[in-house]
């Protein structure tokens, strides 16, 4: 699955159709998963797996333009890749928020950052789809994940990460208070409130995102290109 989502990624500078390895090494990769899936018990290394499909699934159906019939298929596969996943990280607690002792702070810092993706993705295939979305705010108990004292180390993914959790959190929000199917008799009145709110509490998240995040501010010496383009993303308008 790695080589089938960096060949995907690197594939989104060239025209389209020139580059199609990334579907070779996908479907080599789902070969041995589904062997994988039925054979071995929840574990880590496959949730992880199973969420860079969700993610590779997601990015490869192009969801800024018109969807053909085949990329809806590949986002709903996207959602029921993510569900099993899901479910397996709560088979293995990764949504509880408790100390094992058998565990050293990296495994446990791994854990936190797994888990905090896949509920970020979660949010965005339901913003795709127009459902609901399948990890709840209640639903679990997670530190986010620690950012290092060690000054000299570069933070930029973490912060990114931090913050992307906060969004996805008015996201969900957003889909629970307006595209819920009990929403549609929902009175203009507060139908207005309702948006109001919602509307205050992403400038909120906005107005507190650190210097590196804000695309309002200069980053034309950033040496970090991954970190601009996280930047770009984290400053798109929902």
């Known amino acids: 699955m790695i080589f089938a989502w960096g060949a995907a990624y690197a594939g989104m500078s060239e025209e389209p159709g020139i580059s199609e390895d990334h579907v070779k090494y996908y479907n080599q990769a789902r070969l041995y998963l589904g062997d994988v899936i039925d054979i071995f018990p929840p574990q880590i290394d496959l949730v992880s797996c199973l969420f860079l499909v969700s993610l590779y699934l997601l990015m490869t159906h192009k969801p800024y333009r018109y969807v053909s019939p085949i990329e809806q ?10 569900g099993i996943a899901i479910r ?3 088979t293995i607690g990764l949504h509880a928020a408790y100390k094992n002792g058998d565990l050293t702070e990296q495994e446990e810092e791994r854990r936190r950052r797994l888990w905090y993706c896949l509920f970020i993705l979660d949010r965005l295939v339901a913003l795709q789809l127009g459902g609901a ?3 709840r705010d209640s639903d679990f108990s997670v530190e986010l994940p620690s950012i290092p004292l060690d000054v000299s180390s570069d933070n930029s993914e973490l912060l990114y990460l931090r913050h992307m959790v906060g969004l996805s959190k008015v996201i969900g929000h957003v889909i629970d208070n307006l595209y819920r199917p009990d929403q549609a008799v929902i009175q203009l009145e507060h139908l207005l409130e309702t ?3 919602l509307d205050a509490e992403l400038l909120d998240w906005r107005d507190k995102l650190p210097f590196q995040l804000r695309f309002d501010q200069s980053h034309s010496f950033e040496p ?4 601009k383009r996280q930047v770009l993303l984290v400053n798109v308008p929902i």
């Open 73 to 82: 298929v590949l986002i709903i596969s996207c959602a029921n890749m993510l």
């Open 88 to 90: 397996m990280a709560q």
């Open 224 to 227: 970090n290109p991954l970190f």
């Open 195 to 197: 948006i109001q709110y």
């Open 133 to 135: 979305v399948m990890i």
